[in-house]
Structure formats: structure tokens, C-alpha cells
């Protein structure tokens, strides 16, 4: 998954966004095409909205953060209280019916230390 993601991705369950990520593993290579347009609405790498960041090297950040691949990683929902794992740089978006439990809480296990608190005691819809 690339930090661009974050600029078209919402809680699957109550539609809000942004989503708040968290990255627990990245690499850094060279972008895999030159990208001429960055994001919209939401810069996640900079943390802001795009109309409130008036940012001269805006533009510069964008190919470093093209240049990044996020490979395991937690979105949670700001409003529904909801989570969502990233692994293998894929992100796992499933409605609550269709996740798989002992999949998701063995991610929870794995970074438990590193997580919100809020996404590993009181998360939707698994915790531990």
C-alpha cells in the first residue's frame, strides 16, 4: 500500500474520513512511475488536508512519498471506532462479518505494543 491510498480511502462501515493510519513497517525505494499529480483532498504524509497545507515543497514531498511502500500497517476510524489491518501492503477493509477473527487478533498480538491503545483494548470489532 502507498501513503496515497490514504487520499481515497473511508471507514467501509459509517463512510467517514480520513482514516487515521498508523505504520508499523515501511521500505523505501524509488517510485515506480513519476507521478505528475498527488493528492486531492488528504495528504496523510504530511498530515493535513490538502487546502490548509500551503506548503511551498508540497510538491517535493510528493515523490518521496511516492517512494514508499507500507507493508504492515493499522487504519482505524476516528468515528465508528472501527479497525483495519495492513499486511503483505495490503489493506484488509472487510465489513465486521467478513473478517476473520483469528486473523485479526493475531495481528493485534504481533503489535500490540506499538498500537493505539484504543485499537487494541476497545476496537471494533475485535480487541483484545
Known amino acids: 500500500m502507498r501513503y496515497r491510498l490514504m487520499d481515497i480511502l473511508a471507514c467501509p462501515i459509517c463512510k467517514a474520513f480520513p482514516l487515521e493510519l498508523l505504520v508499523l513497517e515501511a521500505s523505501k525505494g524509488e517510485p515506480k512511475r513519476r507521478e505528475k499529480v498527488g493528492c ?31 507493508r504492515e500497517a493499522s487504519l482505524s476510524c476516528p468515528n465508528c471506532g472501527r479497525w483495519y489491518p495492513v499486511m ?34 476497545r476496537g471494533l470489532p475485535f480487541h483484545l
Not at 496523510?44 to 510538491?59: A, F
Not at 493475531?106 to 485499537?119: I, M, N, S
Open 88 to 121: 503483505d501492503s495490503i489493506p484488509h477493509m472487510l465489513p465486521d462479518e467478513l473478517r476473520k477473527e483469528s486473523e485479526d487478533l493475531r495481528f493485534l498480538e504481533r503489535y500490540k505494543d506499538r498500537l493505539p491503545e484504543k485499537v487494541v483494548r
Open 40 to 70: 486531492e483532498l488528504y495528504c496523510v504524509y504530511n498530515g493535513g488536508m490538502i487546502g490548509e497545507l500551503r506548503r511551498p515543497d508540497l510538491v517535493r514531498d510528493c515523490e518521496v512519498c511516492f517512494s514508499y511502500e507500507l
